[in-house]
């Protein structure tokens, strides 16, 4: 059973319009969510966290959790080319120790 | 901004030899990871590191893998004798709490011929 599940495109998105990534995770206790973002033949860099039900907004990124669903996902508004990387979900699964799970990544590509 | 720092950035090594990758974490994070990143798959725990000791390990880390904080500031990951398949980005992360996110560093590609 996969933990950590996401599509692994590519996501098409014009240039200015809003990019939906999706996650969804095995462990309905797990309790912290994270977004990572990284470019090709980059390290992962950290541009979310979540915590609680609902929305998080931070600057052209909202983060959405819904822990009953086991659902966590990612908006990108005005989408510039410069989003254009894979976006990693990443979860630490109750029982899972301290250690992040990561998905497989959603690559986003955005178009001129 | 904090970062975390890794040396070297890309190293090759012959089959069968030892390597040793190094990371220095942020000053006041208190726990340590190792991450690896075959080309084209997704990002694997490795091992974490907490108090002077390994908190957890995944499958991977066999006994061919070690991790030492040898004074205050140096996280390493000694392979000690590579096979091809350990080709991989290996990316050093650290972070100030349980449930925190994580800091990468900009990874070390190791390739094995």
């Known amino acids: 059973q996969k933990e950590v599940e996401q599509n692994s495109g590519p996501l098409s998105v014009p240039e200015g319009a809003i990019a939906s990534l999706n996650c969804t995770y095995s462990d309905r206790g797990s309790q912290s969510f994270f977004w990572y973002r990284q470019y090709s033949g980059k390290s992962p860099e950290l541009i979310m966290s979540?915590?609680?039900?609902g929305d998080k907004e931070d600057g052209r990124f909202t983060a959405q959790l819904n822990k009953a669903s086991q659902y966590v996902s990612l908006l990108i508004r005005d989408s510039q080319p410069s989003d254009s990387a894979t976006y990693l979900c990443?979860?630490?699964?109750?029982?899972?120790?301290?250690?992040?799970?990561f998905g497989t990544g959603t690559q986003l590509k955005v178009e001129l | 901004e904090p970062e975390v720092t890794q040396t070297p950035s890309h190293q090759v090594t012959q089959m069968g030899q030892e390597v040793i990758l190094r990371c220095v974490p942020i000053s006041n994070h208190l726990y340590f990871y190792w991450y690896r990143q075959i080309l084209g798959q997704k990002v694997e725990f490795l091992v974490s590191f907490y108090n002077n000791e390994i908190s957890e390990k995944s499958e991977i880390f066999d006994d061919q893998f070690s991790v030492e904080r040898p004074d205050g500031s140096n996280f390493t990951l000694k392979i000690r004798s590579t096979k091809l398949e350990d080709s991989a980005m290996y990316f050093c992360a650290s972070s100030e709490g349980e449930g925190k996110g994580y800091t990468f560093g900009s990874g070390t590609r190791l390739t094995v011929v």
């Open positions: 990443a979860v630490f699964l109750t029982g899972g120790g301290n250690k992040l799970t």
């Open positions: 979540i915590y609680s039900n």
